[in-house]
């Protein structure tokens, strides 16, 4: 029984998810982590549970989603309720000056601070301008001027324009759509890796295309041990 209640109530959650959409499992808001905290235990009442009432508990998360997917399209068309229910940025480090007052409204101190600028790669905050904290609570910096990493457009280059990388082949099978999308056919593709000296397909975990129809080839390696500096 509570096999396959377990099994059912994962196969709705996937659905619901799938429904509510990616902004569920990728940046959560404070709503949006509370409806997937509230489903989430309540599946797992439902499944674990002998006496509760399966399909009122499907009932439940139903509705959550449903609330869910409700006040997304009404923060969609309201700022206020946007908002009122995702929350928005919260400025902790202007003209680099942190601010005390937006500390304390974060409920973030000094070393929570520092933590976060240097896991964004920023181990002095004296080279921070601006920090800001968003809506998903997440930080996000931007450093003064003279430590802004040089771009080709400072230094006036003229660079070719970037595009997606194409996946041709994955775990030694030929991605056949793929190649249609980037205009072109898996004989095109045994050529240009036979050429590079790639015979068999079977010992590529992975070839990628780029925009300038460069061919990247890792292939598997079963015998290279991890490197064990990292413990």
Same mark, same amino acid.
């Given at each position: 029984?509570? !096999?396959? /209640?377990s099994i059912l109530s994962i196969i709705? =959650?996937?659905?619901?998810?799938? %429904?509510? @959409?990616?902004?569920?499992? +990728? ?75 937006? !500390?304390? /409204? ?6 929570? =601070?520092?933590?976060?600028?240097? %896991?964004? @790669?920023?181990?002095?905050? +004296?080279?921070?301008?601006?920090a800001v904290m968003e809506a998903n ?32 082949v994955i775990d030694g099978n030929v ?57």
């Amino acid at each position: 029984m509570v !096999l396959w /209640k377990s099994i059912l109530s994962i196969i709705i =959650l996937f659905f619901l998810t799938k %429904v509510m @959409g990616r902004k569920q499992i +990728s940046q959560l808001s404070l709503y949006d982590y509370v409806v997937g905290i509230t489903i989430g235990s309540v599946a797992a009442e439902i499944s674990t549970n002998m006496d509760a009432n399966f399909w009122g508990g499907v009932l439940v998360m139903v509705v959550y989603t449903s609330v869910s997917i409700l006040a997304s399209l009404m923060t969609e068309k309201s700022i206020l309720l946007r908002r009122f229910i995702i929350g928005t940025p919260i400025v902790v480090i202007e003209k680099g000056k942190i601010l005390e007052s937006s !500390l304390r /409204k974060t409920k973030f101190d000094v070393n929570e =601070l520092l933590q976060e600028a240097r %896991v964004s @790669g920023y181990y002095d905050l +004296s080279q921070i301008e601006y920090a800001v904290m968003e809506a998903n609570g997440k930080m996000s910096f931007l450093p003064k001027s003279k430590y802004m990493p040089v771009t080709p457009s400072d230094m006036k280059l003229k660079v070719d324009r970037n595009g997606l990388v194409a996946n041709v082949v994955i775990d030694g099978n030929v991605m056949k759509e793929n190649l249609k999308f980037i205009g072109k056919d898996e004989k095109w593709l045994m050529t240009r890796l036979n050429n590079m000296g790639y015979d068999d397909i079977e010992n590529i975990i992975l070839a990628t295309c780029d925009n300038k129809e460069k061919i990247t080839v890792f292939e598997k390696n079963f015998d290279i041990e991890e490197n064990k500096v990292l413990e």
